[in-house]
């Protein structure tokens, strides 16, 4: 499933690279990113962003839903911006922040109440990124990805470099565990599911993808389930999803096995962008 569209930019020779980047070989944001078991992590992601009704309502008002290259597009460029952004060189980086930069300041959406809003709101770009950093973490900790507890502190505080890139003070952001739990436990009352977000949820079990992708259609309902199922329980309920017992236990097990069986396969027949080529970097500068 890997295009010439998915090839990484810049050097990535490991005996000629001098340049990581925001991160590089020893990051805990590299031995983490590489996992195919982040794809649940990132739809995890979407549907906790979703929740916040002016991130849903004005992603929805400027993306037409309807249409399978439209929304393909904007799924595919998310996917390279995150691509670039952990592990292309600086420079390539930085270039990918100012085009998200520029595209979320020309962009605004409306209300409920017919209250205008730009979508470069420093509220708004906070809460996506902690609502992806916290989904990484959360599946990366479950799924049995052999990391620590002082790891997933760092990879939150790395992430920090993340956010600047899109236009927060990095030091408004989170940048431990503990920093994020505090921030969704003052956040998350103000939040709820809007039309917009149980309809994307709705659709996301039956993507519109372009004719080359249409596995894609076959795989989407188990991943998508175990990413909502993997929600935190106050996620589920705003969605009108009751917690029933054991589900929790149940999502960590088969979290385990996703990651325990996609870490046997071969990450190029993944798609998972960069992991082939970070991991063989990883053990050249070991």
Known sequence: M???GSRL???????RRSDYGLFGPDSVTWK???????WIAGMRALYLQALHPRVMKGTWQNTSFARPDEAWGRFTRTIKFVQVRTYGTAAEAERAGRRIRKIHAALSGTDADGTLFRLDEPELLLWVHCAEIASEADIALRGGVPVTAAELDAFVDEQRRSAALVGLDPTSVPGSMAELDAYFARTWPALYACAEAKQALRQSF????PLLFLPLRL??????L????SLPSWARRLYGVP???FSDAAVTLALRAAYESSARVPPQLLFVPGAAVARRIRRAVA
Do not use: C, Q
């Open 2 to 4: 890997t295009s010439a």
């Open 9 to 15: 930019p810049g050097d990535y020779n490991p005996r």
């Open 219 to 224: 795989i989407a309902p188990p991943v998508n």
């Open 243 to 245: 917690t029933l017992p």
């Open 206 to 209: 039956t993507p519109k993808v």
């Open 226 to 229: 175990l990413a909502f199922g």
């Open 32 to 38: 983490i990113m590489g996992e195919p078991v982040m």
